[in-house]
């Protein structure tokens, strides 16, 4: 009886560790998560703060070489800012953030486009019409135009908010 009795307790034991192993592997795994998500928060900042001085870098341009009415200005002003790299780099730095934003994008319109899935990733990170018009490259009344079409795309009525919509995905 004592063996059993034995037994028992340090099978009690052993469980109780394995238990307390666990919950500290855990606690581990989570607060490694959420470095993980702060730092990738923290570089998403960054990365967006950099395209917006780049973007204003290149408005300062843009008008300076309108002052001197070269024959590139309007080239150089149709150009694309976000390039396919710094897009890649981007979403990359996004889907950190928001693991699942694009694919509930795609569930609830297939035939999205790059180009809307940028707005989109735009207005959740809260950034005012002519910041996302020079990111993209494009004029406020285009962009207000794009949004028209984002919004017919989701399916989203008149009377509710494209802004709070994406921001809720």
């Known amino acids: 009886m ?4 034995l037994a028992s307790l340090l099978a009690g034991l052993l469980l109780y560790s394995r238990e307390r192993l666990n919950a500290r592997l855990a606690k581990q795994k989570t607060a490694i ?3 993980e998500k702060k730092s990738a928060h923290e570089q998403l900042q ?3 703060q950099l395209l917006l001085e780049k973007n204003d870098q290149i408005e300062k341009l843009t008008f ?3 002052q001197q009415t070269t024959t590139n ?5 149709h150009q694309s800012l976000l390039t396919d790299s710094d897009w890649k780099r981007f979403k990359d730095l996004f889907e950190k953030i928001h693991p ?4 509930r994008l795609r569930a609830i319109s297939p035939g999205i486009t790059q180009s809307e899935m940028r707005l989109a990733s735009l207005m959740k990170l809260n950034l ?3 910041e996302m018009a020079s990111m993209q490259g ?5 962009l207000r135009g794009n949004k028209t079409r984002l919004r017919q795309k989701l399916d989203i009525s008149a009377d509710t908010g494209l802004e709070e919509f994406i921001k809720q995905l």
Do not use: C, P, W, Y
């Open 100 to 103: 699942d934003f694009f694919s």
């Open 64 to 66: 300076s070489l309108e």
């Open 2 to 5: 004592v063996v059993a009795l």
């Open 46 to 48: 960054t990365f967006t």
């Open 73 to 77: 200005v309007d080239e150089l002003i």
């Open 128 to 130: 005012g019409n002519k």
């Open 33 to 35: 998560a959420e470095a």
């Open 138 to 142: 494009i004029s406020v009344s285009s």
